[in-house]
């Protein structure tokens, strides 16, 4: 896995879909306290969509997050109804 420090985005007519991951939102991660069951398709977070600093334990919108899934993988879309609209936000990526 590459970790350099840039962003791939791609557009799709909501938005911008910001890839996570080390490497992709630099220090930014997904991260949920769920992930859905996997009868349903790949891993994937399971309600609101929660970014966190790569090493942090708690979210950007201050929740703690330390025993939360990380998806290293996935984007954020930050039109999402899923998306935490705080830790956008804070993130710096809201618009």
């Known amino acids: 896995m590459s970790t350099t420090a840039s962003a791939t985005t791609r557009s799709h007519s909501a938005g911008p879909a ?9 220090r930014w991660q997904v991260t949920a ?4 069951p996997r ?12 970014l966190r600093a790569n090493g942090a334990s708690r979210t950007c919108c201050g929740l703690p997050a330390a025993t939360w ?4 993988e996935r984007g954020i879309e930050p039109r999402d109804p899923h998306a935490c609209p705080a830790c956008l936000t804070a993130a ?4």
């Open 18 to 26: 910001i890839r996570a991951g080390i490497g992709r939102l630099g």
């Open 33 to 36: 306290p769920h992930r859905q």
């Open 39 to 50: 009868n349903l398709g790949p891993r994937a977070p399971w309600g609101v969509w929660h």
């Open 69 to 72: 899934f990380v998806f290293f």
């Open 92 to 95: 710096g990526l809201d618009g």
